[in-house]
């Protein structure tokens, strides 16, 4: 079976850094997905790891441990316009197995 | 170049009817998932169909099915609908990006069973 779990909810101040944990436990792997979903909207794609290591993109970083299980999604120079849902999607051939889904609020 | 396409946006059915649902991906793209995004579940992946033939099935009940046509279109079709049913229905389609197995998500259709 899939096993993700991420945070359901985390809350920042504009401009601050906010980490987003993911924990996997599935039965194949290849590659984990990190995707945007504001409110009523369909998810955008953010950043995608295969290999170990961290992959920057502006302000977003996601980092990647295969052997751990684990990865992260940074926010950087937090904007309110990042208030949104952060989904965690480990791909395992043709099919997305997708996190809770991490409820971020950025404040004033 | 257009992006993933879905039919209807909303729909509002009531227990016992069934109903079809359309996605158009993006042109090029062969390959169509289909996933159920509701409050309590979040997103669950339904099938995923390539070149008209499913190559995997998530873990929903017989009265969901798809198909894939020629063209690439798909559609999904729900029997016998249930209350629990009423969820948005995501599809999302893949290939020619940069990112392998990237999809890009159409804007879904809120069904609704009353």
């Known amino acids: 079976g899939q096993n993700i779990d991420q945070p359901t909810e985390m809350t920042a101040t504009e401009g601050a850094i906010v980490q987003i944990n993911c924990t996997y436990q599935t039965s194949g792997f290849n590659g984990l997905f990190w995707y945007q979903q504001h409110a009523g909207e369909a998810p955008t794609f953010l950043s995608y790891?295969?290999?170990?290591g961290l992959e920057e993109k502006g302000r977003f970083s996601s980092f990647l441990s295969r052997s751990k299980g684990y990865s992260y999604l940074l926010l950087k120079e937090l904007q309110m316009k990042d208030s949104a849902s952060y989904l965690c999607?480990?791909?395992?051939?043709?099919?997305?197995?997708f996190g809770a889904g991490t409820t971020v609020t950025v404040r004033a | 170049k257009a992006g993933v396409t879905q039919t209807p946006r909303y729909l509002i059915k009531t227990r016992g009817q069934q109903v079809t649902l359309s996605c158009s991906p993006i042109?090029?793209?062969?390959?169509v998932s289909w996933y159920q995004q509701t409050p309590g579940q979040g997103l669950q992946f339904l099938f995923e169909?390539?070149?008209?033939?499913?190559?995997n099935k998530g873990n929903f009940p017989g009265r969901f099915s798809g198909r894939q046509f020629s063209n690439s279109r798909s559609e999904m079709n729900v029997s016998t609908l249930e209350l629990g049913d009423s969820a948005l229905y995501l599809c999302?389609?893949?290939?020619?990006?940069?990112?392998?197995?990237?999809?890009?998500f159409g804007p879904g259709t809120r069904l609704t069973v009353l």
């Open positions: 999302a389609s893949t290939g020619g990006g940069a990112v392998y197995n990237e999809q890009f």
């Open positions: 169909y390539f070149s008209e033939t499913q190559r």
């Open positions: 042109s090029g793209h062969r390959s």
């Open positions: 999607a480990v791909n395992d051939d043709y099919k997305l197995s």
């Open positions: 790891n295969v290999l170990d």
